[in-house]
């Protein structure tokens, strides 16, 4: 069925997707780029080989996102009452800002506290986005969810970029007489203000449109609502079918995106190699994410994710043999082309499956079963790291992860826009 192209964004939508744009600088300079790689010369002082810091690494990534997972739940269904999801969104965002900023006075060679406030700003960036996720359809309609879902996930890879490009200028070009720990430490400051300066548009045009009337007790009848939805899962079969497909394919989504520099520091890249393949996905993921979601409309967004997940797959095996930077660009410039488009896609998939006036809530369960599940792949990788002393049999291990997710997958029944059903083959 032939649809009309979206020739602009609303107001609404365009402030929502900057707070993509706004939050992604925070991953690709602290959950990816800059940060491990500051982290493991940290702790190469301290004496800590590479597979152990490599493990230490994935053992915080486990303990934060497991935090988040706890209460994921309750803080959704909390925040579908009338007026609680801004206030709670504005308080887990500053958190994550504060504890960024907190990195650059922590003392020399205080490993253990880095990796508190790290876990806490992970927390906080979490945090928010469950709150981010559940307003996507407080800004579009479903007709439109895919395409605004991929430019979200789009344009945050470029203005990721910017800051991070940056960052490289004045590490490489030295303009600045502070020293690689400066530059490093000035990084986390300039992602901390692109957070906040960015995420300003979405605290003043996005608002609450589906809400449940705000009543007595909000905590107790909040865990009163979780029970009732658990108890009547069948009545959302399609949704939590697909959460258990979810669980499983974006472990392996997310910890490869966590674990990709500590992995190749493992195989002997320099730091300005690693920043220099982060930089290569960050553009390549751009112009993928918004195809993902423009293909969507003719194959259907299911199809789109059984897209990403074999290359996933591809990559799991491609990188057992990776042992040179040329190697490494092309597994990063394959991840490039899933990693958004599958995320995205994700995102509004689930969107289609759930009622909107409890859409923080189900939100609450969507960012659970993914930060369950990134408990389970940083801790895979760290283990098998530590057990045979090469990171790499770790990422091959995640092979399983996507292909019990892409069978799981197959089982959903998925309503397009127009409320007819998308098929497991593509036509």
């Not at 709150?131 to 579009?140: C, I, P, Q």
């Not at 009163?224 to 079918?241: D, M, N, P």
């Not at 994700?346 to 599940?373: C, M, T, V, W």
Request: aromatic letters at 16%.
């Amino acid at each position: 069925m032939r649809t009309n192209k979206i020739s602009r964004y609303t107001t609404e939508e365009k402030s929502w997707i900057m707070q993509d744009w706004a939050n992604s600088a925070y991953s690709i300079m602290i959950t990816t780029a800059v940060f491990p790689l500051y982290f493991k010369a940290v702790a190469e002082g301290g004496g800590m080989s590479d597979a152990d810091s490599t493990a230490y690494w994935g053992y915080a990534n486990a303990a934060a996102t497991l935090v988040v997972s706890l209460l994921a739940p309750v803080l959704g269904a909390v925040a579908d009452y009338k007026g609680f999801r801004n206030p709670l969104f504005t308080a887990f965002t500053l958190a994550g800002i504060f504890a960024t900023i907190g990195f650059v006075f922590v003392p020399s060679g205080s490993w253990l506290l880095l990796l508190g406030l790290y876990m806490l700003s992970v927390v906080g960036f979490s945090g928010a986005n469950i709150f981010y996720d559940g307003s996507l359809m407080d800004v579009t309609t479903d007709e439109r969810m895919d395409r605004v879902s991929a430019a979200g996930f789009g344009w945050g890879y470029i203005g990721s970029s910017i800051p991070f490009l940056l960052f490289i200028f004045f590490q490489l070009t030295g303009v600045l007489p502070l020293g690689t720990g400066g530059i490093v430490k000035g990084g986390f400051i300039l992602t901390a203000l692109w957070w906040f300066a960015f995420t300003i548009p979405y605290w003043k045009n996005v608002k609450q449109n589906y809400y449940i009337e705000k009543e007595p007790r909000v905590i107790r009848k909040s865990f009163i609502r979780l029970g009732q939805t658990l108890k009547h899962v069948r009545e959302h079969r399609q949704a939590f079918l697909f959460l258990s497909a979810y669980f499983f394919y974006i472990d392996g989504v997310g910890t490869i995106f966590k674990m990709a520099t500590a992995v190749g520091s493992d195989i002997g890249l320099s730091s300005n190699e690693l920043i220099l393949v982060m930089l290569i996905v960050q553009f390549v993921a751009f112009p993928f994410s918004i195809l993902y979601g423009r293909a969507s409309k003719r194959y259907g967004n299911k199809n789109m994710i059984f897209t990403g997940i074999l290359t996933y797959v591809f990559i799991c095996i491609y990188a057992l043999q990776l042992d040179s930077l040329s190697a490494f660009i092309i597994l990063a410039l394959l991840v490039g082309t899933a990693q958004g488009g599958v995320q995205a896609l994700s995102r509004s998939l689930f969107g289609q499956l759930i009622p909107k006036d409890q859409a923080n809530e189900f939100f609450g369960f969507y960012n659970i079963f993914g930060k369950f599940a990134a408990v389970i792949g940083p801790l895979l990788v760290g283990i098998i790291a530590q057990m045979t002393g090469n990171s790499l049999d770790g990422v091959f291990a995640l092979i399983v992860l996507f292909s019990i997710g892409g069978i799981l997958l197959s089982f959903v029944k998925v309503p397009d826009a127009q409320g007819e059903s998308q098929n497991l083959t593509i036509e």
